[in-house]
């Protein structure tokens, strides 16, 4: 399985852009990118998922450059409900296919 | 969206007692099903893969008699913890992902504490 690498923790203030880099140098070709989002005591959230290029959704984007060995999450304009860890995770699409988690990155959104 | 239902949210017991721990697809089946520890601070470690009308595949190092699953439906996981120990204390998540969706359904954690 392909290990990912964050950043332990980021600090921000609300209303920035918050940029979240994942390094994973051994995806394989039918690997995608994901990231989740993890309040305490709650299960993660689903946040984003790409394969290559740039992925945009309601709550985030994420690049993914052409060689695809790193991914950066990009949220914008966070607030402090953003407070959470956010895991960045590489994994075949097949259902029964398990997805490891790294460490995650905790960022802590200041007012 | 898909919703994974995990009851109890939290528990209590006393050493030695055995602990069942639900996970239910609501909307979708699963064949698969997936179920992680996560202690405080740390991220979440896999234990298992629960699979539907067969046998669970622990994770290197999850002893598998410790921590029984089962997968009799395809809405349907448990996990028990069998003769708990203060040790097992633990935050522990089940997940799911039906069959030809991209996305990792969690449910909302059971908090374990074993006095």
């Known amino acids: 399985l392909a290990k990912t690498t964050q950043p332990i923790s980021m600090d921000s203030y609300e209303g920035q852009e918050v940029n979240i880099t994942c390094s994973h140098n051994?995806?394989?070709?039918?690997?995608?990118i994901t990231w989740y989002q993890q309040f305490p005591s709650q299960g993660p959230r689903f946040i984003i998922q790409?394969?290559?290029t740039k992925v945009t959704n309601e709550v985030a984007s994420l690049f993914i450059p052409a060689d695809r060995k790193s991914s950066t999450l990009s949220l914008p304009r966070v607030s402090l409900s953003d407070t959470a860890v956010y895991y960045c995770?590489?994994?075949?699409?097949?259902?029964?296919?398990?997805?490891?988690f790294g460490g995650g990155t905790r960022v802590l959104v200041k007012p | 969206g898909a919703v994974v239902s995990q009851h109890p949210s939290w528990v209590i017991c006393k050493s030695g007692t055995s602990v069942k721990i639900e996970c239910r697809s609501l909307d979708f089946q699963a064949t698969t099903m997936f179920w992680y520890r996560q202690f405080p601070k740390q991220s979440l470690m896999l234990m298992a893969t629960s699979n539907e009308g067969s046998k669970a595949t622990y994770e290197q190092g999850v002893e598998k008699d410790k921590f029984l699953i089962n997968h009799a439906s395809l809405t349907l996981s448990t996990l028990t913890v069998t003769s708990a120990h203060p040790e097992d204390s633990s935050f522990y998540i089940c997940?799911?992902?039906?069959?030809?969706?991209?996305?990792?359904?969690f449910g909302s954690g059971t908090q374990l504490s074993v006095l």
């Open positions: 997940s799911a992902r039906r069959t030809g969706n991209e996305k990792l359904f």
């Open positions: 790409g394969y290559k």
């Open positions: 051994n995806i394989a070709t039918n690997d995608y």
């Open positions: 995770l590489v994994g075949d699409k097949a259902a029964g296919n398990k997805l490891t």
